[in-house]
């Protein structure tokens, strides 16, 4: 019974860091401009629950890096790595909104994007 107990912890402990090691290895490998390599991390760790995951998923689809541009489905990964809570998330989906006329709507997210400590969000509704 008490090696269930330390394989449950085992897998809640390595299966989080390894999704945060999934974003990590994702923000490496866009800064090297391995795109493909970058989607197949943020993927994983989108679909494993990662918000931030989701966050460079939808980033990746916005400037069509690696992928065709969709603001759609970028849209859709922004607003869910907001919802998760990763700030970046929603100030990405405040400047895209933004960017496409909805003022209101992006003050709506950049407002929360401060919230959540993301200082460039505080100032975001100021942006064109």
Same mark, same amino acid.
């Given at each position: 019974m008490r090696w269930f107990f330390l394989g449950v912890l085992a897998f809640f402990v390595f299966g989080c !860091?390894? @999704? &945060?090691?999934? &974003?990590k290895d994702g923000l490496n490998a866009k800064?090297?401009?391995? $795109?493909?390599?970058a989607f197949k991390r943020f993927k994983a760790a989108c679909d494993g629950g990662e918000p931030h995951g989701c966050t460079g998923l939808g980033n *990746?689809?916005? @400037?069509?890096?690696? &992928?065709k541009k969709d603001e759609k489905t970028a849209r859709e990964l922004l607003q869910k790595g907001c919802d998760g809570g990763a700030g970046g998330g929603c100030f990405?989906?405040?400047? !895209? *909104? !933004?960017?496409?006329?909805? @003022?209101?709507g992006a003050k &709506? $997210? $950049?407002?929360? !994007?401060?919230k959540m400590g993301v200082e460039v969000g505080c100032v975001g509704h100021m942006m064109k």
């Open positions: !860091a390894s @999704k &945060v090691d999934m &974003v800064a090297s401009g391995d $795109f493909s390599l *990746l689809y916005l @400037k069509g890096e690696g &992928v990405l989906l405040g400047r !895209a *909104l !933004a960017k496409s006329g909805d @003022k209101s &709506v $997210f $950049f407002d929360r !994007a401060c």
